[in-house]
């Protein structure tokens, strides 16, 4: 099937030159602004081990437009595929909403965490293409001990409504586990794009059967180690992937890191799977965590669908065995599952480092002792 059978453009993106004088009036989050304050990882400033840095993301957009529309065509297209959505229609609005929406720039988001001494405030997101984004460093003063501490937008007296969000500290120490979420916790049929349209857009999410449990047992095994969950997936898509890994993962929460990508069309959104960009985007977010703690041991799971095997040996090969300990592939039936591909993913890579198991291994990793210096 060729993609650009599924419906035309969602959104047209239109901007207009703003003066300094304009940004600074509409700087603020306003009445008609609606806020995404993405679950945040904080650690240790190097500089000030006393004070604590937030690597904070938020979405500032106008309030949405009518969809309908969008959810119409989606609608026929999809039944001329041979989809039947049934009574599914709530699902695509609710997964659909934020591709219709336009992102604000030059807005100022100031956020406050509970536990805290400071208040933190991004300032200017971004014009396009990634427009309405800010990502910053923050500084957050002093913390109180704690896994997971709430962080909500300060907004006007006049406005009584809250945007939420969960910052979630970690040492530079210990274990984390970073991990793909489509096909490696959650089913998402990424080669097929059937099916991948009916798992994002139409039906209830599904964990990879036995992932939740084996989850769980890491948390145990590994004395709560920080779970970072980094995905193709585009952003738009974080309410949706948010509740997932809330329900499916309750004892594995933590920040989801998505994709800033500019999508005009559903042809586009389901293409994220195939995206050229995806192993420096996800090496990138490695990057970024080696930055945040240098010092703390990851688990790396993903599985052979996409780039994990190649992002993941090459940050083994950047960081080498003491920041990325063990690295677990899931073998997707349909993917390139070969010995060949897996090699070249892991040059440099010792075997006991890596392991590529099947769907009928999953019950039997928690067994293994990672902490350990299993594999």
């Not at 962080?151 to 409504?161: G, I, P």
């Amino acid at each position: 099937m060729h993609l650009s059978l599924l419906l035309p453009v969602l959104f047209t993106l239109t901007s207009a030159r703003t003066s300094p004088v304009e940004r600074d009036s509409f700087s603020l989050v306003g009445l008609l602004d609606e806020v995404i304050l993405f679950d945040a990882p904080a650690f240790s400033d190097p500089s000030n081990p006393s004070n604590t840095l937030v690597a904070q993301q938020a979405f500032v957009y106008f309030h949405q437009t009518d969809i309908k529309p969008i959810v119409s065509g989606v609608q026929a297209v999809l039944n001329s595929l041979g989809l039947d959505i049934g009574n599914s229609l709530t699902n695509i609005e609710e997964r659909l909403k934020l591709f219709a929406v336009a992102g604000l720039p030059y807005k100022t988001v100031k956020v406050e965490v509970k536990g805290c001494s400071r208040q933190a405030q991004l300032s200017g997101t971004s014009g396009l293409p990634d427009l309405g984004i800010s990502l910053q460093n923050v500084s957050m003063g002093s913390c109180i001990a704690a896994k997971e501490l709430l962080a909500r937008v300060k907004l006007s007296f006049l406005d009584l409504r809250t945007f939420n969000g969960t910052i979630f500290p970690s040492p530079d120490s210990g274990y984390g586990v970073f991990s793909d979420i489509d096909d490696t916790v959650k089913v998402s049929h990424v080669l097929d794009t059937l099916a991948l349209a009916k798992a994002t857009l139409i039906e209830d999410p599904v964990a990879v059967t036995g992932m939740p449990e084996l989850y769980a047992s890491l948390a145990t095994s590994l004395s709560s180690p920080q779970f970072i969950y980094i995905s193709g997936s585009p952003f738009q898509l974080y309410p949706f992937l948010h509740d997932f890994i809330s329900t499916a993962f309750p004892a594995n929460k933590g920040p989801i890191l998505l994709q800033n990508l500019t999508v005009i069309n559903i042809s586009q959104l389901l293409e994220f799977a195939g995206n050229d960009g995806i192993f420096e985007y996800k090496l990138s977010q490695i990057d970024h965590i080696h930055g945040m703690y240098p010092n703390k041991k990851f688990l790396a799971i993903g599985d052979s669908t996409q780039k994990d095997p190649e992002t993941y040996g090459a940050a083994f090969n950047r960081y080498g065995g003491d920041f990325i300990t063990r690295i677990w592939i899931r073998s997707v039936d349909g993917a390139d599952n070969t010995a060949a591909r897996f090699a070249g993913a892991f040059a440099g890579v010792s075997q006991d480092k890596y392991r590529i198991y099947t769907d009928d291994q999953i019950l039997s990793l928690q067994q293994i002792d990672v902490a350990g210096g299993k594999c």
